[in-house]
C-alpha cells in the first residue's frame, strides 16, 4: 500500500468514515479512496439555473469473500427526483475516476443502484452486505459507545473531502494544457542549445541536476561569456592595427 493511500485511509479514520475492524488484512484491504465535490444541474424540480452542490466518497475493497474489488460509496446531494438525498451503496462499477470527478451517468447517483438491491445473487453478496450494514450503522445509527456521524451534522461529508483534497491526486491536464507544455518546452530547448547545451546537457545538469551543479553551471557560462568577450575586444583590437 502507497504512503499515499496510508494518509488517506488515516484521514478517514480519524473522522469516524471507516467504521471500527474493517480494514483487517487477513479478510479484507483498501485498495483505493477517491472523493470529490462538486455541482449538479439535473434535478427535476429545480427552479431555473438552480444547482446543488453535491458530495461523493468511494472506498475500493478488495475481500477474500468476493471474487471481485466493490466500491462502497457515500453519496449526499441531489439527483433526478429528489434535491437532497444521503446513503451509502456497493457498486462494482466506479463511481468517481482516478482523477476524482464524479464519473457516473446522469452525473448523479441513486441508492437503488447498490448491487444489493438488485436481484442477482452471486457468491460473497454477503459478505458485501456485511460491510454495508457496518457503513450505514456508523454514519446513520452509530453504535452503543458512538454518535452517528451525520447526525447533527450534515456537512461531515463535505468536510472530510475537504481534508481529503489536499492528499488526493491532481487532476489531469487537457489536451490543450499539455499541448502548450510540449509547446513551451520546445522552445525552451532550442533556446538552451542555441546557448550551446547538449541534449545529454539538458536532461543530465539542468533537469536532473542538483541546485550545487547548476550553480555551477551558471557560474561556467558566465566565465564563458567574459572569456568571449575578451576574444572580440583582442580580435578588435587586431583588425585596427592592422
Request: glycine residues 4%; aromatic residues 12%; hydrophobic residues 35%.
Amino acid at each position: 500500500m502507497s504512503n499515499e493511500a496510508k494518509e488517506l485511509i488515516y484521514v478517514l479514520e480519524q473522522n469516524g468514515f471507516i467504521p471500527f475492524g474493517l480494514n483487517m488484512p487477513i479478510s479484507m484491504v483498501i485498495e483505493d479512496i477517491r472523493a470529490c465535490n462538486y455541482n449538479y444541474y439535473g434535478n427535476k424540480y429545480a427552479s431555473s439555473n438552480e444547482l446543488f452542490e453535491n458530495s461523493a466518497l468511494s472506498i475500493k475493497f478488495k475481500h477474500n469473500q468476493v471474487e471481485n474489488p466493490f466500491w462502497i460509496t457515500i453519496f449526499k446531494g441531489a439527483n433526478y427526483r429528489e434535491k437532497e438525498t444521503l446513503f451509502v451503496a456497493a457498486t462494482f462499477n466506479e463511481i468517481i475516476d482516478e482523477n476524482n470527478n464524479f464519473c457516473n451517468s446522469e452525473n448523479t447517483f441513486y441508492a437503488k443502484d447498490c448491487i444489493s438491491k438488485s436481484n442477482e445473487l452471486f457468491e460473497g453478496i454477503e459478505s458485501i452486505k456485511e460491510v454495508l450494514a457496518a457503513f450505514e450503522t456508523t454514519l446513520f445509527s452509530g453504535s452503543e459507545d458512538s454518535t452517528p456521524i451525520f447526525e447533527d451534522n450534515s456537512d461531515a461529508l463535505y468536510d472530510v473531502i475537504e481534508e481529503l483534497r489536499s492528499l488526493l491526486k491532481e487532476e489531469t491536464l487537457d489536451a490543450d494544457e499539455i499541448e502548450n507544455l510540449i509547446y513551451e518546452n520546445k522552445k525552451m530547448g532550442d533556446f538552451l542549445e542555441l546557448l550551446g547545451f547538449t541534449p545529454d546537457d539538458i536532461t543530465t545538469n539542468i533537469i536532473n541536476g542538483s541546485e550545487d551543479e547548476l550553480k555551477q553551471l551558471v557560474k561556467d557560462m558566465k566565465l564563458s561569456k567574459d572569456c568571449l568577450k575578451q576574444v572580440n575586444c583582442r580580435q578588435k583590437s587586431y583588425d585596427t592595427s592592422m
